[in-house]
Structure formats: structure tokens, C-alpha cells
């Protein structure tokens, strides 16, 4: 009797192993997924092209001279700009000019770049200052590089940052100017206070323009030299006048 219950256990203990492994195998699992590689992504230069002034002092550093005596019509001043435009605006693209060059015989990337180039600086164009004639007639002075001017900018307080990644060209002149009136005036303000320092002790009678017969500044000199052109334009004006009345009388 002991023994029949035994094998009623043990067959009921095998029908229930062999049930709780077929539900095991046939649970469904999770799906199966292929592990395809990815595809490849297809390279595409399409490089930010900007003037800014950072791209035009490595312009200038690459080349050698001030930006001002760039010669659109040189191969290799113009693939120099297409170059810093693009390394000096591309964060993470980093090669040297040799290697640039060798994208550029690639005719449609070029076209591209110098196009969105033309577009800047015509954009660009209808806010430069426009030039005196004093300033185109006088050849003999030698143009400064830009790096020198902004650098000189940025020492007197101009925000390095704006200066050389976020200023145009155009707006250039516009700090210069501030910076040269400032300068003046400090200029002028130090001599004034000069010449109050010393009046007790020299004989203010021998200086007749007060301060000025101290130190003259060249751009006093400059102002002196036009008022006596005025002056002799008009004296010519009332000479020949009076010469042509007393002709008709």
C-alpha cells in the first residue's frame, strides 16, 4: 500500500516538473532583433563661410600684409580668405591651408563658398565708411594691419570677444574714431592741466594761446593748416572780385 502511494507521488511530481517546463518553453519571448549596421553616413563639406575680424588677422598673418592690399584678382589671396573664413567660423574643423586647397579644386564647393562670400561683403559694403579724397590721393602712406588696429582696441577696453568674432569690418572705423577723440581729449586735458601746474612759476604774457604754446598736437597743426587755406581761398575770392571791378569800371 506504502508503495503504491509512493509511485502516486512520484507520477504526480513528474506530470507537474514536465507541466511547469512546457509552460516555460512555450511562453513566447521577446522578438528577435537583427543587428543590421547602421548605414554609412555620406561626408558633405558644407563649411560656415564668414568675414569676421578674426578670419581677416589670419589673413593677414598668412599672407604677410594689411588686408586693405588684398588683390581680388590673386589666386592666392583669395583662396588665403575662402581659408581663414572657413577655419576661423567651423568650430572642430581644424586642417592646415595645404589641405584646404585641395578641397578647392573641387569647383562646386568653391563656387559655393566664394558666392556666399560676395554675398557678405556686398552686404558688408553699404555700411563701410566711404573714403576722403585726401585719404585715395595720398599713396604714399602705408595701410596698417587690421590686427595692430583691433589689437590696440581691444588693450583700451573693447570687448575682445565682440571685436574678433562678432564685429564687422564696416563697424571698424566707428570704434577707431572713438578711440583717436578719446585719446585727444585726454591728450588735451593733460596739457591743460600742465600748463596750470607751471603758470606760477613762468610768465603767462609770453603765452599767448595759453596751453597750445606748450605742445601743439599734429592734429592742431592739421586744423591750423586747413583754416589757413580758407583763409587764402577767401582772400583769393575778394582779389580776383575786385580785380573784375575795377576791370569794369
Same mark, same amino acid.
Given at each position: 500500500?506504502?508503495?503504491?502511494?509512493?509511485?502516486?507521488?512520484?507520477?504526480?511530481?513528474?506530470?507537474? !516538473? #514536465?507541466?511547469?517546463?512546457?509552460?516555460?518553453?512555450?511562453?513566447?519571448?521577446?522578438?528577435? #532583433?537583427?543587428?543590421?549596421?547602421?548605414?554609412?553616413?555620406?561626408?558633405?563639406?558644407?563649411?560656415? #563661410?564668414?568675414?569676421? %575680424?578674426?578670419?581677416?588677422?589670419? *589673413?593677414?598673418?598668412?599672407?604677410?600684409?594689411?588686408?586693405?592690399?588684398?588683390? /581680388?584678382?590673386?589666386?592666392?589671396?583669395?583662396?588665403?580668405?575662402? /581659408?581663414?573664413?572657413? !577655419?576661423?567660423?567651423? $568650430?572642430?574643423?581644424? /586642417?592646415?591651408?595645404?589641405?584646404?586647397?585641395?578641397?578647392?579644386?573641387?569647383?562646386? %564647393?568653391?563656387?559655393?563658398? #566664394?558666392? &556666399?562670400? $560676395? @554675398? $557678405?561683403?556686398? !552686404?558688408? +559694403?553699404?555700411?563701410?565708411?566711404?573714403?576722403?579724397?585726401?585719404?585715395?590721393?595720398?599713396?604714399?602712406?602705408?595701410?596698417?594691419? %587690421?590686427?595692430?588696429? !583691433?589689437?590696440?582696441?581691444?588693450?583700451?577696453?573693447?570687448?575682445?570677444? =565682440?571685436?574678433?568674432?562678432?564685429?564687422?569690418?564696416?563697424?571698424?572705423?566707428? =570704434? %577707431?574714431?572713438?578711440?583717436?577723440?578719446?585719446?585727444?581729449?585726454?591728450?588735451?586735458?593733460? @596739457?591743460?592741466?600742465?600748463?596750470?601746474?607751471?603758470?606760477?612759476?613762468?610768465? &603767462?604774457?609770453?603765452?599767448?594761446?595759453? +596751453? @597750445?604754446?606748450?605742445?601743439?598736437?599734429? *592734429?592742431?597743426?592739421?586744423?591750423?593748416?586747413? $583754416? &589757413?587755406?580758407?583763409?587764402?581761398?577767401?582772400?583769393?575770392?575778394?582779389?580776383?572780385?575786385?580785380?573784375?571791378?575795377?576791370?569794369?569800371?
Amino acid at each position: 500500500m506504502s508503495l503504491f502511494i509512493t509511485i502516486i507521488i512520484i507520477v504526480f511530481t513528474l506530470v507537474t !516538473v #514536465v507541466a511547469i517546463i512546457d509552460s516555460k518553453c512555450c511562453r513566447p519571448g521577446p522578438p528577435t #532583433v537583427v543587428n543590421s549596421p547602421a548605414p554609412r553616413k555620406r561626408f558633405r563639406f558644407d563649411p560656415k #563661410v564668414k568675414l569676421n %575680424i578674426q578670419s581677416i588677422i589670419r *589673413w593677414e598673418q598668412l599672407r604677410g600684409k594689411s588686408f586693405s592690399l588684398m588683390d /581680388y584678382a590673386d589666386k592666392d589671396d583669395v583662396d588665403a580668405l575662402l /581659408y581663414t573664413t572657413t !577655419v576661423c567660423n567651423n $568650430e572642430g574643423k581644424m /586642417y592646415t591651408f595645404e589641405v584646404f586647397r585641395h578641397t578647392l579644386s573641387n569647383e562646386k %564647393i568653391t563656387r559655393e563658398m #566664394v558666392m &556666399a562670400l $560676395e @554675398r $557678405e561683403t556686398a !552686404v558688408l +559694403a553699404q555700411f563701410q565708411k566711404k573714403q576722403k579724397e585726401d585719404d585715395i590721393a595720398n599713396h604714399d602712406v602705408t595701410p596698417g594691419m %587690421i590686427g595692430e588696429l !583691433v589689437a590696440t582696441l581691444i588693450m583700451a577696453g573693447l570687448d575682445a570677444h =565682440y571685436a574678433l568674432e562678432e564685429m564687422e569690418l564696416c563697424d571698424l572705423p566707428i =570704434y %577707431i574714431d572713438a578711440y583717436e577723440r578719446r585719446k585727444k581729449e585726454q591728450m588735451e586735458s593733460d @596739457r591743460l592741466w600742465t600748463y596750470y601746474k607751471i603758470l606760477p612759476h613762468i610768465d &603767462a604774457s609770453k603765452l599767448k594761446n595759453g +596751453a @597750445r604754446d606748450l605742445i601743439t598736437f599734429p *592734429w592742431e597743426e592739421m586744423e591750423d593748416m586747413k $583754416e &589757413a587755406e580758407r583763409a587764402l581761398a577767401e582772400d583769393a575770392d575778394i582779389f580776383e572780385l575786385f580785380m573784375n571791378n575795377g576791370i569794369n569800371t
